[in-house]
């Protein structure tokens, strides 16, 4: 498991709590959208920057990346492009922001 470390934002400077966040992906030229729900990362109190720590990016590119290459190889689509959802379950937060490395909310 990913642990988020105290940090401040590189945008405004401003203070970075632990969150789980969604992101929608879409890709130009392919109708395809997925969206991922529950990922960990650090968002600026202020400005709402978001931090995703590389593994866990890497991670989720590896889920999403196949499904929107197996969408644009397909010459003929019998259906319309679906709505795609990966929803990794609800972590409490000491599992991905321990009181050593994060301060209390």
Same mark, same amino acid.
């Given at each position: 498991?990913?642990?988020?470390?105290?940090?401040?934002?590189?945008?405004?400077?401003?203070?970075?709590?632990?969150?789980?966040?969604?992101? %929608?992906?879409?890709?130009?030229?392919?109708? %395809?959208?997925?969206?991922?729900?529950?990922?960990?990362?650090?968002?600026?109190?202020?400005?709402?920057?978001?931090?995703?720590?590389?593994?866990?990016?890497?991670?989720?590119?590896?889920?999403?990346?196949?499904?929107?290459?197996?969408?644009?190889?397909?010459?003929?689509?019998?259906?319309?492009?679906?709505?795609?959802?990966?929803?990794?379950?609800? %972590?409490?937060?000491?599992?991905?922001?321990?009181?050593?490395?994060?301060?209390?909310?």
């Amino acid at each position: 498991m990913i642990s988020l470390k105290k940090r401040s934002c590189p945008e405004c400077h401003g203070e970075m709590q632990p969150r789980l966040i969604n992101l %929608l992906y879409k890709r130009e030229n392919c109708e %395809l959208e997925a969206e991922v729900i529950g990922i960990p990362a650090n968002v600026c109190t202020t400005c709402y920057y978001r931090i995703i720590p590389g593994t866990i990016a890497k991670y989720i590119d590896s889920l999403v990346d196949p499904i929107f290459a197996a969408e644009t190889a397909q010459r003929e689509n019998p259906l319309p492009a679906p709505h795609i959802g990966i929803q990794f379950p609800a %972590l409490e937060r000491d599992l991905y922001c321990p009181e050593s490395t994060c301060s209390a909310e």
